[in-house]
T-cell receptor, first 113, second 113 residues
């Protein structure tokens, strides 16, 4: 089982739609969680951190469910510029007990006019 | 403000040739530095990280090596490239103060032929 799993998509939605991505992680000792956005052939950029109480940044809402070990990202009122791959990232302890950021393979979003 | 520079942007190398990718960070001191690789359609794989000059931790066995000759310089090398070394290589830095957010360089697309 992968440490961080995401549906690869693509999610193809019209402008203005609401779309949600989920991500599951395998290590219950994971401490912190993030969503990154990656455009084609570009570097990933931090979109938002994910807090236990849930957090919102404009049209983006992130939630964490520690009991079920999953993280979600909700995008409201999708824009064409939201088209990208969204990476779920989890800070998990490794074999040597030091924490490392583990990246999911990403979920691709296509927003059409 | 902090910036990270990574070069070259693209590289085509024959099998068996050497490799040297360089990354420098400006605007901060004693950052944690990282090398990641992203194969086509795959997640980011951590190759090396460094918490200080001369301190390198390797995450996966391979024919690559890393060095940190100066506080804000991180170099990825290989003596002899393999076909399987092709991929998108990303350098990144973090504050190293427990804040795990990563800031990535623009990446190097390496094709080994």
């Amino acid at each position: 089982r992968k440490e961080v799993e995401q549906d690869p998509g693509p999610f193809n939605v019209p402008e203005g739609a609401t779309v949600a991505f989920n991500c599951t992680y395998s290590n219950s000792a994971s401490q912190s969680f993030f969503w990154y956005r990656q455009d084609c052939r570009k570097e990933p950029k931090l979109l938002m951190s994910v807090y236990s109480s849930g957090n919102e940044d404009g049209r983006f809402t992130a939630q964490l469910n520690r009991a079920s070990q999953y993280i979600s990202l909700l995008i409201r009122d999708s824009k064409l510029s939201d088209s990208a791959t969204y990476l779920c990232v989890v800070n998990s302890p490794g074999m040597d007990s030091s924490y490392k950021l583990i990246f999911g393979s990403g979920t691709r979003l296509l927003v059409r006019p | 403000s902090q910036t990270i520079h990574q070069w070259p942007a693209t590289l085509v190398q024959p099998v068996g040739s050497p490799l040297s990718l360089e990354c420098t960070v400006e605007g901060t001191s004693n950052p944690n530095l990282y090398w990641y690789r992203q194969a086509a359609g795959r997640g980011l794989q951590l190759l090396f990280y460094s918490v200080g000059i001369g301190q390198i931790s390797s995450e996966v066995p391979q024919n690559l090596s890393a060095s940190r000759p100066q506080d804000r310089q991180f170099i990825l090398s290989s003596k002899k490239l393999l076909l399987s070394d092709s991929g998108f290589y990303l350098c990144a830095w973090s504050w190293g103060t427990g804040d795990e957010k990563l800031f990535f360089g623009s990446g190097t697309q390496l094709s080994v032929l």
